[in-house]
């Protein structure tokens, strides 16, 4: 994808974090570069504890880099004020994770809405998009309903509701499967991919399956503290 352009472009990204006592400090990210082109859907395998958390944190806005640098469309993210950089995440950028972090006092809907009542927008669209975005996951009856009354899968797909909300240009996917059987981890991935089918929206997918990673259209690895593309 040479000529496709760039979402979300990460170059040399060094980031370790401090000793403890009696270890050394550890660089988990050395020298890393990797690039999302618009309405692509890229993975990044490599062993636990390899560094993909902390590589798709320093990506979405979440944690400062200690060097390199991060371009949303040609613009470094660590550049924005600490509130821009908020908003920059609520409004661009779509979270899942593999343990949900769905609020467990709200209801399935009450999640979905959080992001758009982040963003101050009006309640009553923000509520029928959010039971549309229900509907699409094939879980309307579900609105009512809290996390702790969902099953797994449920809970997953919520929280690809929620992160779909604001109508955001980048997903980024933490094992959003790790948790999920056969059954469901099938499911999820097909909607994954569905929506860059139907939505353009960019995926960056961390994984530690290959066979997942196979069919993206992009993987890297990240091993030692290097990322390398796999193809
Ligand atoms: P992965 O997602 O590949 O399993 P992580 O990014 O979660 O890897 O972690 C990479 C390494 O960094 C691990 O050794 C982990 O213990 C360490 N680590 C992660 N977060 C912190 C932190 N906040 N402070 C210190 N070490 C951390």
Request: proline share 5%; aromatic share 6%.
């Amino acid at each position: 994808m040479e000529n496709s352009p760039s979402i979300l472009t990460g170059s040399n990204i060094v980031k370790t974090y401090p000793a403890k006592t009696g270890n050394g400090a550890l660089t988990v990210l050395n020298d890393c570069t990797i690039r999302i082109d618009s309405g692509a859907i890229v993975s990044v395998v490599g062993p636990s504890g390899s560094g993909k958390s902390t590589l798709l944190h320093v990506l979405g806005g979440l944690d400062r880099p200690d060097s390199g640098e991060i371009l949303w469309n040609s613009k470094s993210i660590y550049d924005l004020k600490s509130e821009e950089l908020a908003d920059f995440r609520n409004r661009q950028l779509g979270f899942v994770f593999q343990f949900h972090h769905l609020l467990p006092e709200f209801s399935a809907l009450e999640n979905v809405l959080m992001p758009a009542l982040i963003a101050g927008k009006e309640i009553k669209p923000s509520e029928e998009r959010a039971m549309e975005l229900l509907n699409r996951f094939g879980i309307p009856g579900r609105a009512e309903h809290r996390p702790t009354e969902l099953s797994g899968g449920e809970q997953q797909r919520v929280s690809m509701a929620r992160a779909l909300m604001n109508n955001p240009s980048l997903i980024l996917a933490d094992e959003p499967t790790g948790n999920l059987d056969d059954a469901n981890t099938e499911i999820v991935l097909e909607y994954l991919f569905e929506l860059r089918e139907k939505d353009g929206v960019s995926i960056l997918l961390i994984t530690h399956e290959k066979d997942i990673a196979g069919r993206c259209d992009q993987t890297y690895e990240l091993n030692k503290g290097k990322l390398n593309p796999l193809n």
